[in-house]
């Protein structure tokens, strides 16, 4: 390894080290081999400390412990998603044996699995109780959950409120750090009201969200099983996915990532509206090259006049595009996203995903 090295007048005494010593120069760091960033869910949870949000009761226990079972048998992650598996400690600090044994039941699951584990308190603290775990799993990329960090955050009166948050947050996150390939969810609550920026919804000061290495934030309104994860992270696509919620279990809305980011899409242009005019923008989301008013007749069985009527009137909504003379196209942020080959689950540690967002015109 090529280090910087400080100038000789600068150092006190030959047996102090110098505070140089640990620099790397980008000439070594460009011909490195690194290891893959690992994933818990491909495309949306890598390692490291995960922070997932939402207002209370809206089902991100039903989440988490979902993630913790797909986890643990290397199943499938929200219906679609294959994951490798790994151990997994769950502490259900909001919970007792009784209702997640319920829980385990409404999923499906009447046996096992092996390597899923649960704690209802942490008689030794969540630090050393997390540190135990993933230092005993550390060879086999452990998971742990942690619902609810307003179980063990504990109350702060002190003037630099984010300074305390990011220092708690930053204690379990180098908990994962010390361990490469491990990874930590931490559930918690998001603020009241609608915010404009999803990560100002975070209960707590901007520190929690700072600290952490990917935010997961649930929005559903409480009578609809609908519902959108928005996703920012260091390592994992930025987006946002459709989901459902079936008697416990999530569900992305579609059968990979990119349909549930066009559902997502496709709700907010068809919010609001009637029934023929979220029939014909439903039609036209599923054409991104452009539709002519001939075939949009033809295939929604519509008279030409109210086919251009339609047409016209969603335009001017702005809920599809006019680009030119008689072709209407979805408006949409187009994502694209490129990634290596499928690999199967047991190796998914090998996954990467990049994306190219742009506006649309």
């Known amino acids: 390894m090529k280090h910087w090295k400080g100038h000789p007048s600068l150092r006190s005494s030959e047996t102090l080290p110098d505070p140089l010593d640990s620099a790397f120069a980008a000439d070594w760091l460009t011909e490195q081999i690194l290891p893959a960033v690992e994933y818990v869910v491909p495309g949306i949870i890598p390692e490291g400390l995960t922070l997932l949000v939402a207002p209370p009761k809206i ?7 979902g993630l913790g079972v797909s986890a643990a048998t290397g199943g499938l992650a929200f219906g679609t998603i294959p994951v490798d598996g ?3 400690l769950y502490l259900a600090l909001e919970d007792g044996a009784r209702r997640l044994q319920s829980r385990l039941h409404t999923l499906g699951v009447s046996e096992g699995p092996k390597g899923l584990y649960f704690m209802t308190d942490v008689p030794s603290g969540p630090l050393t109780t997390i540190a135990a775990f993933l230092d005993r799993h550390a060879e086999d990329k452990p998971l742990v959950i942690l619902d609810t960090l307003g179980k063990v955050r504990g109350t702060y009166g002190g003037n630099d409120a984010y300074g305390n948050d990011y ?3 930053s204690a379990l996150k180098d ?5 490469p390939g491990s990874s930590l969810i931490v559930v918690h609550h998001t603020n009241k ?9 975070v209960s707590g000061t901007q520190g929690l969200a700072g600290a952490a290495d990917s935010i997961l934030l649930i929005q559903r309104d409480r009578q609809t099983e609908s519902s959108t ?5 260091r390592d994992a696509m930025e987006g946002q996915y459709a989901l459902n919620l079936t008697n416990g279990t999530w569900n992305l809305d579609g059968s990979s990532l990119r349909d549930a980011a066009e559902a997502v899409r496709n709700r907010a242009a068809t919010e609001g509206v009637g029934d023929d005019m979220a029939e014909l923008v439903t039609l036209i989301s599923k054409y991104p090259e452009g539709m002519k008013p001939k075939d949009v007749a033809g295939l929604l069985h519509w008279e030409d006049s109210k086919t251009r009527l339609y047409l016209r009137r969603a335009t001017e909504a702005e809920r599809i595009s006019n680009p030119k003379r008689g072709l209407y196209t979805p408006v949409t942020t187009e994502t694209s996203v490129t990634m290596l080959p499928a690999v199967p689950a047991e190796s998914n540690s ?3 995903s990049y994306t190219d967002i742009r506006e649309a015109s």
């Open 229 to 233: 994860l928005h996703v920012t992270s």
């Open 86 to 88: 790994r151990p997994v």
């Open 175 to 179: 908990l994962v750090d010390r361990q």
């Open 350 to 352: 090998s996954y990467r």
């Open 193 to 201: 009201g609608e915010k404009s920026d999803f990560l100002d919804s």
């Open 167 to 169: 220092s708690q947050m």
């Open 59 to 65: 089902g991100k226990s039903w989440m988490v412990l």
